[in-house]
């Protein structure tokens, strides 16, 4: 438990071997609960790395397989609005940069 800095960032320990967490946002009747896969994160040059980045920060239609497809063109294209990018769906070097930023890694 903890609070977020001014950023929106939570700093709390997790040990090495976790392997899911729970994150529980909010207070009744505005909380939201997140399942959240932990360790193994493809880098965010790859398909499956933007995946598990989008889904982590909350995207949570987006499907984790590596293969390109609606879904992720969405996520990706909703993920770029909300961060002032370039509408494009595809996700290019600004858009993994700004990935990598918000997502911590």
């Known amino acids: 438990s903890g609070t977020t800095d001014p950023e929106g960032k939570l700093d709390v ?17 505005n909380r939201f609960k997140y399942e959240l896969d932990l360790g193994a994160t493809e880098p965010v040059e790859d398909l499956k790395g933007v995946q598990q980045r989008l889904r982590n920060l ?11 497809g609606t879904e992720t063109e969405e996520a990706v294209r909703a993920f770029q609005k909300l961060n002032d990018l370039p509408e494009t769906g595809e996700p ?5 940069d700004k990935l990598k930023e918000k997502h911590g890694s």
């Open 13 to 29: 320990p997790i040990p090495p071997s976790a392997q899911r967490a729970t994150l529980e946002v909010g207070t009744a009747p």
């Open 58 to 68: 909350g995207f949570r239609a987006v499907p984790v397989d590596g293969t390109p």
């Open 92 to 96: 290019d070097n600004a858009t993994r």
